[in-house]
């Protein structure tokens, strides 16, 4: 489908991609509120390039900042300018008829809370201390580290046998687990069990090197 044509039908059906506030009177200009936080990350690329492609098409059809963020050695597209949370949630299935199903929300910062350090005063009595006095030992507590679930998009093929070649490919050369999720008449191929960036650079160039240069990294993946 011509792309024009596809802006337009969004646009038909989320009128909310066009912002109101553009219309708005110089006299009287709309006062929003912008919450630096709140922040919605559609794709991680090696590429530079494909962070250009997908910016420059969000940017034509959604009224939102879209910037790129290099960070851990990936180009990282994200969708800022809400003013609230609600405001981002109802953005949710504007992301979702464009295609964009896997996208991860930024945790809010949450300011530090400040904890009154309680003041014990000195006990006064003259206490004997004896030398067999057992003092209990505190056990240190292991803080339970909670693991994010990465996966590496390889491509999306219009045709299943492409998508199940790329499979096949990618688990008999490397060794990895690969997933096909259908969506929209598109098969999406995943290379999943990851659960670090570093893990995850570890295979870009493997991958690429077997024909499937377009790999993008997403956070949080959900099926």
């Known amino acids: 489908m011509n792309s024009r044509y596809l802006i337009l039908l969004a646009l038909l059906v989320f009128p909310s991609l066009i912002s109101c506030g553009q219309f708005d009177s110089p006299l009287n200009p709309k006062q929003v509120s912008i ?6 990350q559609v794709g991680a690329f090696h590429q530079e390039s494909y962070s250009l ?3 420059e098409k969000l940017s034509a059809i959604i009224d939102k ?4 963020v290099t960070e851990d050695g990936f180009f990282k597209v994200r969708i800022t300018g809400f003013s609230s949370q609600e405001e981002m949630e109802e953005f949710y299935p504007t992301l979702a008829f464009l295609g964009m199903k896997n996208f991860w929300v930024l945790p809010v910062k949450k300011q530090e809370e400040i904890i009154p350090q309680a003041v014990v005063q000195p006990d006064t009595a003259k206490k004997t201390v004896s030398e067999n006095t ?8 292991t803080p339970v580290v909670s ?12 045709d299943k046998s492409e998508a199940l070649d790329a499979q096949k490919i ?3 050369k ?7 999720v259908q969506e929209y008449g598109y098969y999406k191929v995943f290379v999943t069990g990851l659960h670090t960036t570093d893990e995850a650079n570890k295979y870009f160039s493997a991958i690429a090197k077997l024909g499937y ?3 993008s990294l997403i956070e949080n993946y959900k099926k």
């Open 35 to 40: 919450n630096p936080d709140l922040i919605i």
């Open 53 to 55: 492609t997908l910016k």
């Open 65 to 68: 900042p879209v910037i790129i």
């Open 134 to 141: 057992v003092l209990p030992v505190v056990a240190e507590e």
């Open 147 to 158: 693991q994010q679930t990465i996966v590496l998009q390889v491509d999306v093929f219009h």
């Open 170 to 172: 990618i688990t008999t």
């Open 174 to 180: 490397l060794n990895l687990p690969v997933e096909i």
């Open 213 to 215: 240069p377009k790999i």
